[in-house]
């Protein structure tokens, strides 16, 4: 599976941003995508993620101001990003929770380039 992100940017804080994460290659083992931030010096969190029924779970910091959702005729996941705050300032990185199926069960991850974020105050 291959990822592709886009939409990251300078923004001034209250505004928006839209992330976009393009999926290719093996779809099918998909089980959820996700979109995790991180700062220098810091562990790489979950923000959102969407299985790939619908069920969308997010961090507790922006629960409310953050929405995602996915576009499964363009395998694609979006990150609406509004009432953005300086310290939502990251990488934000899209990743893709896969199983492969096989002699064993293979639960892995694949990631995505980041994109950077900046919420000016």
């Known amino acids: 599976v291959q990822l592709q992100a886009s939409g990251g940017g300078l923004v001034q804080a209250g505004g928006s941003l839209r992330l976009a994460c393009a999926a290719s290659?093996?779809?099918?083992?998909?089980?959820?995508m996700e979109w995790y931030r991180q700062v220098p010096g810091k562990e790489r969190d979950l923000v959102a993620s969407?299985?790939?029924?619908?069920?969308?779970n997010y961090a507790e910091s922006v629960k409310g101001r953050f929405t995602i959702s996915s576009n499964d005729a363009k395998n694609t996941v979006y990150l609406q990003m509004n009432s953005l705050k300086p310290e939502d300032t990251a990488v934000y990185y899209c990743?893709?929770?896969?199983?492969?199926?096989?002699?064993?069960?293979?639960?892995?991850?694949?990631w995505g380039q980041g994109t950077q974020v900046t919420v000016s105050s």
């Open positions: 990743a893709a929770e896969y199983t492969e199926w096989g002699d064993t069960v293979v639960v892995g991850r694949h």
């Open positions: 290659g093996r779809i099918a083992s998909i089980n959820a």
């Open positions: 969407i299985t790939t029924g619908g069920a969308t």
